[in-house]
């Protein structure tokens, strides 16, 4: 599998020279792709069998763009080519939401002239000698040289991207590489499944045990200095002195923000993997971007699941932590499953300050601790492992939660021979 390390780098200012000026004709070939796609767009918007511009026609067009202006032939070849594939991304993702109905979406923007672009370099245009990296250029003989932090390698690397972090006036690279898992993924016939909220994570085994982490809410502390400073930057004129601080100090915030809830999340993810004997993790597959749609979506909600990261790079993190370890996270659809009791399987209304499932049939049952239950018992039930199913049920009875001998209701039955 492959893992993206980043690392920071000194530069001097001959350097800083060659990478603003590289950086420079990669924003202006930005610029220009975008706004050829943008006028493609706004005249084939109603001819759907029309074709769109595309990467490929673009891409095409470097030679000429190099023969005609020279200046453009400074930047490794490469490196044009993936800032057109960003673009070409950041396009599709717009064109998609568009076809499906989404009429607020908007397109790429343009970048400023003091914008840093990205100097992506995929597959070629880099080497490593010893402990440093040499990235290929053509604007002068300064030699774009950086040291490595002593006992790193990096023996097989596919694309090493190059950036500035203008908040700290820094400059990183982030290295895609290749690592071996400990030990390859075997199934053991123990796994543990997780209903992901936005407050704590649930989660149950197949022995029956549940568990409860509690989230880190660093953007509870940070709502409100961020508010603050976002009312006082916009009663000044933009783009002020005055308005760059406060601005500066916006931004500080939230980076400090998402520092913590990233750290947070790397080592809670880390700890879950460590402390299960679980081959497989199950996870409810969410679908981040529908929640504001929901009649139950509230602005303090959507604060809380859009642009934090609280629930898909958590799914993300422990993902990758779990293939290093030689395990495996399966999203099941995690539809209904706090709405359906997981004993009888009758449908209830779960609004959200609703936090016990009350049933019928007996069953009284926190919501996060239901839901799990049903997305461990669905996978289980649609893979057909019956033996790990009858496993499971016998524990949870012993808890004295009695789900049937066999699932049913909204669940798939799996077959008695466990095949």
């Given at each position: ?42 005249e ?14 673009q ?34 993702s ?25 100097l992506?370099?995929?597959?070629s ?19 774009l ?29 982030s ?27 649930v989660g ?39 308005w ?23 080592k ?19 679908s ?32 990758y ?21 997981c ?13 016990v ?19 461990m ?15 499971f ?27």
């Amino acid at each position: 599998m492959y893992v993206t390390t980043k690392i920071k780098i000194q530069v001097t200012p001959e350097q800083e020279d060659v990478l603003w000026h590289l950086s420079e004709k990669c924003r202006l070939v930005y610029n220009f792709a975008l706004a050829d796609r943008l006028r493609n767009y706004q005249e084939n918007k109603d001819r759907p069998d029309k074709q769109h511009i595309g990467y490929v026609q673009q891409a095409k067009a470097l030679p000429a763009l190099k023969k005609k202006y020279p200046e453009y032939r400074w930047v490794y070849s490469k490196v044009l080519q993936t800032t057109l594939k960003s673009l070409d991304d950041n396009f599709r993702s717009f064109f998609a939401l568009r076809q499906a109905g989404d009429v607020d979406a908007n397109p790429p923007g343009f970048k400023g002239k003091d914008h840093f672009c990205t100097l992506r370099y995929n597959q070629s245009g880099f080497t490593f000698k010893g402990v440093q990296i040499r990235f290929s250029h053509f604007y002068n003989t300064v030699p774009l040289s950086f040291a490595l932090p002593e006992g790193v390698h990096f023996s097989s690397a596919k694309q090493v991207d190059l950036f500035h972090d203008d908040l700290k006036g820094a400059y990183y690279i982030s290295i895609v590489h290749e690592v071996q898992p400990q030990q390859e993924y075997r199934d053991n016939s123990l796994y543990q499944a997780f209903d992901l909220g936005v407050t704590r994570h649930v989660g149950v085994n197949s022995h029956g045990k549940f568990i409860e982490v509690p989230l880190a809410r660093p953007d509870r502390y940070w709502k409100t200095p961020i508010a603050e400073l976002q009312a006082r930057r916009d009663h000044c004129k933009k783009k002020s002195r005055k308005w760059r601080k406060l601005n500066q100090l916006k931004r500080k915030c939230e980076r400090k923000q998402s520092n913590q809830l990233k750290d947070f999340q790397h080592k809670a993810s880390k700890k879950l993997i460590a402390n299960t004997r679980a081959a497989t993790i199950l996870v409810g597959d969410l679908s981040v971007k529908q929640m504001p749609r929901s009649w139950q979506a509230t602005p303090g909600l959507n604060r809380s699941t859009q642009n934090t990261g609280h629930l898909s790079r958590f799914i993300g993190l422990l993902t990758y932590k779990a293939a290093l370890a030689g395990k495996r996270v399966i999203t099941v659809d995690e539809q209904n499953t706090t709405k359906t009791c997981c004993v009888c399987g009758a449908l209830h209304e779960m609004p959200l300050w609703k936090r016990v499932m009350t049933c019928e049939c007996g069953n009284t049952l926190d919501r996060d601790r239901n839901s799990a239950v049903n997305i461990m018992v669905r996978f289980l039930s649609q893979n057909a492992l019956w033996t790990g199913y009858r496993h499971f049920a016998g524990n949870l009875r012993q808890t004295g939660l009695a789900i049937p001998e066999r699932p049913g209701h909204s669940q798939e039955a799996p077959c008695v021979s466990g095949g």
